[in-house]
């Protein structure tokens, strides 16, 4: 039943002298993943990688690093604390942006280069500073009490563009000139901006697109006035403010989105006719390459369709390049190319069950289907024209593991490039000619190495080895490597599970199950997975098996594995995690009574669902920040699964966590951050006031002034450790 595979997992070297991990050392600096880089890039002239690196004394304080391939020779750029030693302030706008794009760190968090490869854009601070390669320093391009958000260059590299005030401007480089493209914003009004549900459900962080030759910026006017306004509490530890935000709960109202195109030159714009329909969501813009014809994907409120949109700025007219439809959802993707040398484009579909590429005519009529088999793209990654080949990663191997292949732009073989058994995130240059590989696995931190595109490798960045001066070194031995595997469901699906165990099985251990359980995420991977991971490995070293199954519903394994949570969200999943649960009772070291559960988010949420749904396979659960019923949840994400509350209120009734409160026996955790504005603290103060009603104990940790992922290492440090004296108490390890 079971088919066990070996993990690619570096076998770490034991010392002698290792030390113990604790929980307090997973949050001290240097940070136990090494000094590998993040946010890395190759320049455009694929001269040199450049990247952002922690201090060694604050890992999370973050500095502008290039290393240049000529000379061989690393350098930092520029040192965050010397451009601003002053601590700022961020604002709501910029806090929230960063909340959504997961970016994490201080000081400089992300950085642009220029198209020509000639100079980098940096923001810091709410301000932005501009380095011009050749040239001392880098000169601070705006210094205002505002806040400027969105910050970009140009793709000539003459202006910088921004949003203030919820306003978009541009600014001349050279001269300093600045100009308001848009005047009206304020209040309900946002121009250029990408609204709540954009940003955290459609992976759409802007509004605005410049066109290829600097003569047309398109943008959204984004109406909140129809969106419901909540007001939330933001607790804090000697404050609480009272927040009013506009929020599109599941069924209700959303933004009005209008799409302007606006001409440089003559300060003249066009308005796009969007549809009679308003009630739809504007997912992605893009101009073509000709700087004429600007593309847009109008997805309908229900999910089901998608399409891919052309707008002519000359003749003022637009067509319908492709549509999508699906009888349950549509997923929204990033892998829209427009080739240079042709009229043609790529483009990702998962029409045959599985994310696949296209070469597509810029009028839409499909040439070939260019990848297949049931295995996923992950993403398009990069294309050489003159090579006639098209780079992408994805699982064609296995769904554990993403590799970087390439496959003819006629058609025909797909190769692998990649040959590690492990996780790569590749990151090419413009032309395809080279690329950098950040690679790990589950059990060895981030390795940073620039290959050739056809994989040769050309030097490490960061070998990030495992010797005496790595700060990982004192605790590896007796690192236990994870199995990974899979068995079968009653009905015949092949699940992928991850166990960790203790090295000396003398009894019966308990077992945590760690879980997130909910779409567009995977658990089960053969990658670094930081501190996390090394949560898992403390626990192990406490004499707990960590336990991990992807449910159906997860992300990687093809659509069909996806859509059987449309309208029955907590069903399937709680019934595979059982599965798990069947599975790993068989094992003799397991002791079936006591084994707990733990998940954050949609991992929250499951853990509720367990407990509260089979009560007899889980003897206790920590639920961090959960949604506890989707009717509280935003409009995109919810009603992609779900659909609307109006329709279906049995099936949002039946996913709610509420009906099956009452059946919770173990001793439950639940903790949230008090300004979460994302699963807001209103799912858990119901919950909590359900439960007391029903004279149900249970525990609360809460956090105050924290935000959905609960960031900070002394947070983090105190977060774990509540949820391991929690495990160890009811679990009892030793």
């Excluded at 088919?3 to 113990?20: S, V």
């Excluded at 202006?159 to 493209?181: C, D, M, P, V, W």
């Excluded at 495992?466 to 004192?474: A, F, G, I, R, S």
């Excluded at 999943?573 to 079936?592: C, H, M, N, S, W």
């Amino acid at each position: 039943m079971k088919r066990a595979l070996l993990c690619g997992a570096l076998m770490l070297t034991t010392f002698a002298n290792a030390e113990q991990l604790t929980i307090e050392r997973i949050f001290e600096s240097p940070s136990l993943d090494g000094n590998a880089p993040t946010k890395l890039k190759v320049s455009p002239d694929s001269q040199r990688v450049t990247f952002l690196k922690g201090k060694i004394t604050d890992y999370e304080k973050l500095d502008l690093w290039e290393y240049h391939i000529a000379s061989g020779k690393t350098r930092m750029l520029f040192d965050s604390d010397k451009l601003q030693s002053d601590k700022v302030e961020l604002s709501d706008e910029e806090k929230a942006r960063r909340e959504r794009m997961r970016l994490k760190g201080t000081g400089i968090v992300s950085y642009e280069w220029s198209e020509d490869g000639k100079a980098l854009l940096f923001p810091l601070g709410g301000d932005v500073y501009y380095h011009k390669l050749g040239q001392q320093g880098a000169k601070q391009l705006l210094d205002t009490e505002a806040f400027e958000t969105d910050i970009k260059l140009s793709p000539k590299g003459n202006f910088i563009s921004y949003i203030r005030q919820q306003n978009l401007y541009i600014k001349h480089i050279e001269t300093g000139a600045e100009t308001a493209i848009t005047t009206e914003g304020g209040g309900d009004i946002k121009f250029g901006m990408a609204e709540f549900v954009a940003q955290e459900e459609m992976s759409r962080m802007t509004g605005y697109w410049w066109s290829p030759d600097e003569s047309f910026i398109a943008f959204t006017k984004v109406d909140e006035g129809r969106v419901d306004v909540i007001t939330r509490s933001e607790i804090y530890a000697d404050d609480i403010k009272m927040i009013e935000q506009k929020y599109p709960a599941a069924g209700k109202a959303n933004v009005k989105v209008n799409l302007a195109i606006h001409n440089i030159d003559t300060n003249k714009r066009q308005w796009v006719d969007l549809g009679e329909n308003e009630d739809i969501y504007f997912a992605r813009g893009k101009w073509m390459l000709d700087s004429k014809t600007f593309t847009y994907q109008w997805q309908s409120r229900d999910q089901q369709t998608l399409e891919l949109r052309a707008y002519n700025v000359e003749s003022k007219s637009q067509k319908t390049l492709l549509t999508e439809q699906s009888d349950t959802w549509i997923n929204l993707h990033d892998d829209l190319v427009f080739l240079k040398k042709s009229p043609q484009f790529i483009w990702a579909s998962e029409k045959d069950g599985y994310k696949h590429l296209y070469l597509m005519e810029n009028s839409g009529k499909q040439i070939r289907q260019l990848t297949q088999g049931e295995w996923v793209v992950d993403k398009l990654e990069a294309i050489n024209e003159d090579a006639g080949l098209i780079y992408f990663t994805g699982r064609k191997d296995t769904p554990i593991e993403s590799h970087l292949y390439s496959v003819p732009l006629t058609g025909g073989e797909v190769t692998r490039i990649t040959s590690k058994e492990g996780f790569h995130d590749i990151e090419f240059s413009s032309d395809a000619g080279v690329y950098v590989d950040s690679f790990s696995t589950i059990n060895r931190p981030p390795q940073v190495s620039l290959h050739r595109a056809d994989g040769k490798q050309i030097t490490w960045l960061e070998q990030n080895k495992l010797d005496h001066n790595h700060p990982l070194t004192p605790y590896v031995e007796g690192w236990t490597k994870p199995e990974f595997g899979t068995f079968q469901t009653e009905d015949n699906v092949t699940l992928y599970y991850r166990l960790f165990k203790p090295e000396n099985l003398k009894k019966k251990h308990p077992a945590i199950v760690f879980l997130y359980g909910g779409p567009h995420a995977q658990v089960v991977q053969n990658k670094w997975y930081g501190n996390r991971g090394l949560l898992m490995q403390y626990w192990v070293d406490q004499g707990y098996v960590v336990f991990s199954v992807d449910n159906r519903g997860s992300n990687y394994r093809g659509k069909a594995f996806e859509d059987p949570i449309y309208k029955k969200m907590g069903a399937i999943e709680v019934a595979d995690q059982v599965a798990g649960i069947k599975f790993l009772r068989t094992l003799p070291y397991i002791d079936a009574e006591r084994i707990g559960v733990h998940g954050h988010s949609y991992g929250g949420y499951m853990t509720l669902m367990t407990m509260f749904k089979a009560p007899e396979y889980f003897k206790a659960g920590v639920a961090g920040a959960p949604v506890t019923d989707w009717r509280l949840y935003d409009t995109h994400y919810t009603e992609r699964y779900m659909g609307q509350p109006q329709l279906d209120d049995k099936a949002y009734t039946d996913s709610s966590v509420f009906p099956y409160a009452k059946n919770l026996k173990g001793p439950l955790l639940i903790y949230h951050g008090m300004a979460d504005d994302n699963v807001l603290f209103t799912h858990s103060t119901r919950l909590y006031k359900y439960l007391q009603d029903l004279g149900i104990p249970f525990e609360v940790m809460d956090y105050p002034g924290k935000k959905h992922s609960i960031k900070g290492k002394a947070t983090g440090t105190h977060l774990y450790k509540t949820i391991t004296h929690f495990f160890n108490r009811n679990l009892q390890p030793y």
